[in-house]
């Protein structure tokens, strides 16, 4: 496998990171609506066409190929992973143009950027990047060659070809995937209140055909429940372009209730229903879907 700087994309890797208003049960709460796409009701199933998924082995994958394989690892895996790497002996050669390291063989490939061409134009294999080397640089070139396992240290490499500790290089790591870690767990934690924020956001306006939920409101922010709303569509006979209408009118929008309530009276008349709870009797958005998703797989149900 052939890595240009692999110390350097290490480094790259670890310093490289991250309001619609409708909302629809086929999706998490929090999701938003695609901005376009298939028009509701026509399209085609393609997944038979596609090929079988092939089993993707993420470990398997990168475990040649450092800065990838720490990627999955967990803070102190990354430790003791870099402390034991930097005992290995992988290097078989080491290419010096005017005695400075040029490019560095062995189970991995590091050049220079000046030398990258040459390493990528062969692909790491050693015999051939020097010969290009020599026909290049002549006499400039000198190559050191060592038997498999008693070459230098990781270690040692590392700090000959890039001039730096190795151990402030694998502290630097370590600081790089605690800082990750306190990353991901502040961006959960508050994935995670939003996400209780929303489900627990009482619903003000209940809308329903047959006392099944196809719509709801809170704060002005439009939940469509969109297996009942097409199924009630379906049953009146009705148009999926009016499921459509529904989207571009409210996607992205604030929509108040009443406003709502108009835009589906205009699809259903009479047929629809409205309730709209008292303040201290509002369930939250989380009840009023659940109800919905289990008013689509159970049939038709009063809410309360």
């Known amino acids: 496998m052939l890595i240009q700087s692999l110390f350097s994309t290490s480094d790259l890797l670890q310093r490289s990171k991250a309001g619609n208003h409708t909302y629809s049960d086929e999706t998490t709460s929090m999701a938003q609506p695609p901005q376009s796409g298939f028009a509701i009701g026509e399209g085609s199933h393609i997944i038979d066409k596609l090929s079988a998924p092939s089993t993707l082995n993420m470990a398997e994958r990168y475990k040649d190929n450092p800065p990838l394989k720490t ?51 062969f692909n790491g294999n050693p015999e051939q990047a020097i010969n290009a080397l020599k026909s290049e640089y002549g006499n400039r070139l000198s190559v050191e060659y060592f038997k498999p396992g008693q070459g230098p240290t990781n270690a040692e490499a590392f700090e000959q070809f890039n001039g730096r500790s190795f151990d402030e290089y694998v502290a630097s790591q370590v600081r790089n995937a605690m800082s990750a870690q306190v ?109 919905a998703q289990a008013q689509y797989w159970q049939g038709t149900g009063q809410y309360g």
């Open 71 to 121: 990627q999955l690892m967990s803070v102190e895996e990354i430790k003791t992973y870099w402390q034991s790497y930097g005992q290995s002996r992988d290097v078989t050669a080491i290419a010096y143009i005017d005695g400075e390291p040029a490019i560095m063989f062995g189970k991995h490939t590091t050049s220079r950027n000046q030398f990258s061409d040459i390493a990528n134009a």
């Open 183 to 291: 990353a991901r767990e502040q961006q959960l934690m508050e994935y995670q209140q939003r996400q209780i924020a929303w489900n627990n956001t009482p619903v003000n306006a209940i809308f329903k055909i047959n006392d099944t939920i196809i719509a709801s409101s809170a704060n002005d922010t439009t939940s469509l429940h969109t297996n009942n709303l097409l199924k009630a569509l379906e049953e009146l006979g009705m148009n999926s372009e009016d499921a459509q209408s529904l989207y571009r009118n409210t996607l992205g929008k604030a929509v108040s209730a009443q406003s709502l309530e108009q835009q589906l009276g205009s699809i259903f008349g009479s047929g629809l229903s409205s309730d709209y709870p008292g303040e201290n009797a509002r369930p939250t958005r989380k009840e009023v879907s659940t109800k």
